[in-house]
T-cell receptor, first 112, second 113 residues
Framework: NAGVTQTPKFQVLKTGQSMTLQCAQDMNHNSMYWYRQDPGMGLRLIYYSASEGTTDKGEVPNGYNVSRLNKREFSLRLESAAPSQTSVYFC???????????FGPGTRLTVT | EDQVTQSPEALRLQEGESSSLNCSYTVSGLRGLFWYRQDPGKGPEFLFTLYSAGEEKEKERLKATLTKKESFLHITAPKPEDSATYLCAVQGLGASGTYKYIFGTGTRLKVLA
Protein backbone atom coordinates (compact mmCIF):
# COMPACT_ATOMS: atom_id res chain seq x y z
CA ASN A 1 0.00 0.00 0.00
CA ALA A 2 2.01 3.00 -1.30
CA GLY A 3 -0.55 5.73 -0.47
CA VAL A 4 -0.02 8.76 -2.74
CA THR A 5 2.86 8.65 -5.20
CA GLN A 6 4.21 11.51 -7.31
CA THR A 7 6.62 11.65 -10.22
CA PRO A 8 9.09 13.12 -10.80
CA LYS A 9 10.68 14.02 -7.46
CA PHE A 10 12.79 16.81 -8.94
CA GLN A 11 12.59 18.73 -12.21
CA VAL A 12 14.38 21.68 -13.78
CA LEU A 13 12.70 23.46 -16.70
CA LYS A 14 13.60 26.39 -18.88
CA THR A 15 11.08 29.21 -19.27
CA GLY A 16 8.48 28.25 -21.86
CA GLN A 17 8.93 24.49 -21.60
CA SER A 18 6.00 22.27 -20.74
CA MET A 19 5.69 19.28 -18.44
CA THR A 20 3.19 17.08 -16.65
CA LEU A 21 3.37 16.11 -12.99
CA GLN A 22 1.89 12.71 -12.29
CA CYS A 23 0.01 11.63 -9.17
CA ALA A 24 -1.57 8.30 -8.25
CA GLN A 25 -3.29 6.98 -5.11
CA ASP A 26 -4.12 3.41 -4.13
CA MET A 27 -6.53 4.16 -1.27
CA ASN A 28 -9.67 4.15 -3.44
CA HIS A 29 -10.25 7.81 -2.59
CA ASN A 30 -12.81 9.85 -4.48
CA SER A 31 -11.23 13.31 -4.16
CA MET A 32 -7.80 14.48 -5.29
CA TYR A 33 -5.94 17.78 -5.03
CA TRP A 34 -2.91 19.69 -6.31
CA TYR A 35 -1.16 22.24 -4.10
CA ARG A 36 1.94 24.37 -4.37
CA GLN A 37 4.03 25.30 -1.32
CA ASP A 38 6.19 28.41 -1.30
CA PRO A 39 8.20 29.87 1.61
CA GLY A 40 6.05 32.18 3.72
CA MET A 41 2.92 31.45 1.66
CA GLY A 42 1.80 28.10 2.98
CA LEU A 43 0.08 25.49 0.87
CA ARG A 44 -2.16 26.95 -1.83
CA LEU A 45 -4.72 24.92 -3.73
CA ILE A 46 -4.26 24.91 -7.51
CA TYR A 47 -7.01 22.53 -8.66
CA TYR A 48 -9.07 19.79 -7.12
CA SER A 49 -11.25 16.93 -8.26
CA ALA A 50 -14.09 16.19 -5.87
CA SER A 51 -14.90 12.96 -7.67
CA GLU A 52 -13.92 11.09 -10.81
CA GLY A 53 -14.95 13.06 -13.87
CA THR A 54 -15.01 16.48 -12.19
CA THR A 55 -12.35 19.16 -11.72
CA ASP A 56 -12.55 22.65 -10.24
CA LYS A 57 -10.22 25.61 -9.86
CA GLY A 58 -8.65 26.39 -6.54
CA GLU A 59 -6.98 29.55 -5.31
CA VAL A 60 -4.13 29.77 -7.87
CA PRO A 61 -5.12 27.97 -11.13
CA ASN A 62 -3.57 30.33 -13.69
CA GLY A 63 -0.86 28.69 -15.80
CA TYR A 64 -1.97 25.15 -14.94
CA ASN A 65 -4.29 22.49 -16.29
CA VAL A 66 -5.37 19.20 -14.77
CA SER A 67 -6.73 15.86 -15.88
CA ARG A 68 -8.51 13.29 -13.70
CA LEU A 69 -7.50 10.31 -15.81
CA ASN A 70 -9.41 7.78 -13.69
CA LYS A 71 -10.20 7.31 -10.02
CA ARG A 72 -6.54 6.66 -9.15
CA GLU A 73 -4.71 9.27 -11.20
CA PHE A 74 -4.72 13.08 -11.28
CA SER A 75 -2.14 14.93 -13.38
CA LEU A 76 -1.05 18.58 -13.38
CA ARG A 77 0.25 20.18 -16.56
CA LEU A 78 2.30 23.32 -17.02
CA GLU A 79 1.88 24.38 -20.65
CA SER A 80 4.50 27.16 -20.70
CA ALA A 81 6.57 27.23 -17.53
CA ALA A 82 7.47 30.55 -15.91
CA PRO A 83 9.98 31.32 -13.13
CA SER A 84 7.02 32.20 -10.87
CA GLN A 85 6.04 28.52 -11.01
CA THR A 86 9.21 27.49 -9.20
CA SER A 87 7.81 25.73 -6.14
CA VAL A 88 7.23 22.43 -4.39
CA TYR A 89 4.10 20.72 -5.70
CA PHE A 90 2.08 18.31 -3.58
CA CYS A 91 -0.69 15.98 -4.63
CA UNK A 92 -3.20 14.81 -2.04
CA UNK A 93 -6.27 12.61 -1.86
CA UNK A 94 -9.20 12.14 0.50
CA UNK A 95 -12.16 9.80 0.81
CA UNK A 96 -14.52 12.74 0.26
CA UNK A 97 -14.19 16.55 0.07
CA UNK A 98 -14.60 17.15 3.82
CA UNK A 99 -12.37 14.34 5.00
CA UNK A 100 -8.70 14.41 5.95
CA UNK A 101 -6.22 14.56 3.10
CA UNK A 102 -3.25 12.28 2.51
CA PHE A 103 -0.26 13.85 0.78
CA GLY A 104 2.39 12.59 -1.58
CA PRO A 105 6.12 13.27 -1.10
CA GLY A 106 6.15 16.29 -3.42
CA THR A 107 7.86 17.42 -6.63
CA ARG A 108 10.49 20.15 -6.43
CA LEU A 109 10.26 22.19 -9.62
CA THR A 110 12.72 24.89 -10.65
CA VAL A 111 12.05 27.08 -13.69
CA THR A 112 15.04 29.05 -14.95
CA GLU B 1 -11.88 37.51 3.50
CA ASP B 2 -11.22 33.87 4.31
CA GLN B 3 -7.94 33.34 6.09
CA VAL B 4 -6.05 31.19 8.54
CA THR B 5 -3.39 32.62 10.86
CA GLN B 6 -1.05 30.49 12.92
CA SER B 7 1.03 31.65 15.87
CA PRO B 8 3.76 31.66 16.84
CA GLU B 9 5.71 31.28 13.59
CA ALA B 10 8.45 29.43 15.43
CA LEU B 11 8.72 27.90 18.89
CA ARG B 12 11.65 26.39 20.74
CA LEU B 13 10.91 24.20 23.76
CA GLN B 14 12.99 22.19 26.15
CA GLU B 15 12.12 18.51 26.30
CA GLY B 16 9.20 18.14 28.74
CA GLU B 17 8.16 21.82 28.48
CA SER B 18 4.46 21.88 27.54
CA SER B 19 3.01 24.58 25.29
CA SER B 20 0.22 25.40 22.83
CA LEU B 21 0.08 26.39 19.18
CA ASN B 22 -2.70 28.65 17.95
CA CYS B 23 -4.73 28.65 14.74
CA SER B 24 -7.24 31.45 14.28
CA TYR B 25 -9.54 31.45 11.28
CA THR B 26 -12.22 33.34 9.44
CA VAL B 27 -14.04 31.33 6.81
CA SER B 28 -17.61 31.20 5.64
CA GLY B 29 -19.30 27.84 5.54
CA LEU B 30 -16.78 26.04 7.76
CA ARG B 31 -16.99 22.30 7.29
CA GLY B 32 -13.88 21.15 9.13
CA LEU B 33 -10.57 22.17 10.70
CA PHE B 34 -7.52 19.96 10.25
CA TRP B 35 -4.08 19.71 11.85
CA TYR B 36 -1.12 18.28 9.96
CA ARG B 37 2.51 17.67 10.80
CA GLN B 38 5.18 18.29 8.16
CA ASP B 39 8.78 17.11 8.42
CA PRO B 40 11.47 18.78 6.25
CA GLY B 41 11.39 17.60 2.64
CA LYS B 42 8.18 15.60 3.10
CA GLY B 43 4.48 16.00 2.52
CA PRO B 44 2.11 16.93 5.37
CA GLU B 45 0.90 14.08 7.56
CA PHE B 46 -2.64 14.14 8.92
CA LEU B 47 -3.09 14.45 12.70
CA PHE B 48 -6.64 15.54 13.62
CA THR B 49 -10.00 16.61 12.25
CA LEU B 50 -12.34 18.87 14.26
CA TYR B 51 -15.84 19.62 12.99
CA SER B 52 -17.61 21.63 15.68
CA ALA B 53 -16.87 24.08 18.49
CA GLY B 54 -16.13 22.31 21.75
CA GLU B 55 -14.74 19.23 20.07
CA GLU B 56 -11.41 17.80 21.30
CA LYS B 57 -9.12 15.10 19.88
CA GLU B 58 -6.03 13.50 21.45
CA LYS B 59 -3.12 11.47 20.16
CA GLU B 60 -0.16 10.62 22.36
CA ARG B 61 1.29 13.98 23.54
CA LEU B 62 -0.95 16.08 21.28
CA LYS B 63 -4.43 17.43 21.96
CA ALA B 64 -6.43 19.59 19.57
CA THR B 65 -9.35 21.80 20.57
CA LEU B 66 -11.76 23.97 18.59
CA THR B 67 -13.79 27.11 19.31
CA LYS B 68 -15.83 29.20 16.89
CA LYS B 69 -12.83 31.38 16.04
CA GLU B 70 -9.70 29.38 16.77
CA SER B 71 -8.10 26.04 17.42
CA PHE B 72 -5.27 25.09 19.75
CA LEU B 73 -2.79 22.26 19.47
CA HIS B 74 -1.56 21.48 22.96
CA ILE B 75 1.73 19.61 23.28
CA THR B 76 2.29 17.96 26.64
CA ALA B 77 5.82 17.00 27.73
CA PRO B 78 7.22 17.16 24.19
CA LYS B 79 10.14 15.06 22.98
CA PRO B 80 12.75 15.92 20.33
CA GLU B 81 10.92 13.70 17.83
CA ASP B 82 7.96 16.10 18.04
CA SER B 83 10.08 18.70 16.22
CA ALA B 84 8.32 19.55 12.93
CA THR B 85 6.18 22.20 11.29
CA TYR B 86 2.54 21.99 12.37
CA LEU B 87 -0.02 23.13 9.81
CA CYS B 88 -3.62 24.13 10.37
CA ALA B 89 -6.15 24.00 7.53
CA VAL B 90 -9.84 24.85 7.21
CA GLN B 91 -12.34 23.56 4.72
CA GLY B 92 -15.46 25.43 3.77
CA LEU B 93 -18.15 25.69 1.17
CA GLY B 94 -18.24 28.75 -1.04
CA ALA B 95 -21.36 30.60 -2.13
CA SER B 96 -21.16 29.02 -5.60
CA GLY B 97 -21.02 25.53 -4.14
CA THR B 98 -17.30 25.07 -4.70
CA TYR B 99 -15.06 23.82 -1.94
CA LYS B 100 -12.48 26.00 -0.22
CA TYR B 101 -9.28 24.73 1.32
CA ILE B 102 -7.13 27.23 3.18
CA PHE B 103 -3.88 26.39 4.94
CA GLY B 104 -2.03 28.47 7.49
CA THR B 105 1.70 29.06 7.08
CA GLY B 106 2.51 26.80 10.02
CA THR B 107 4.38 26.84 13.33
CA ARG B 108 7.95 25.51 13.25
CA LEU B 109 8.48 23.61 16.49
CA LYS B 110 11.93 22.67 17.76
CA VAL B 111 12.19 20.54 20.90
CA LEU B 112 15.62 20.50 22.49
CA ALA B 113 16.92 17.49 24.42
Amino acid sequence: NAGVTQTPKFQVLKTGQSMTLQCAQDMNHNSMYWYRQDPGMGLRLIYYSASEGTTDKGEVPNGYNVSRLNKREFSLRLESAAPSQTSVYFCASSEAPYYEQYFGPGTRLTVT
Amino acid sequence: EDQVTQSPEALRLQEGESSSLNCSYTVSGLRGLFWYRQDPGKGPEFLFTLYSAGEEKEKERLKATLTKKESFLHITAPKPEDSATYLCAVQGLGASGTYKYIFGTGTRLKVLA
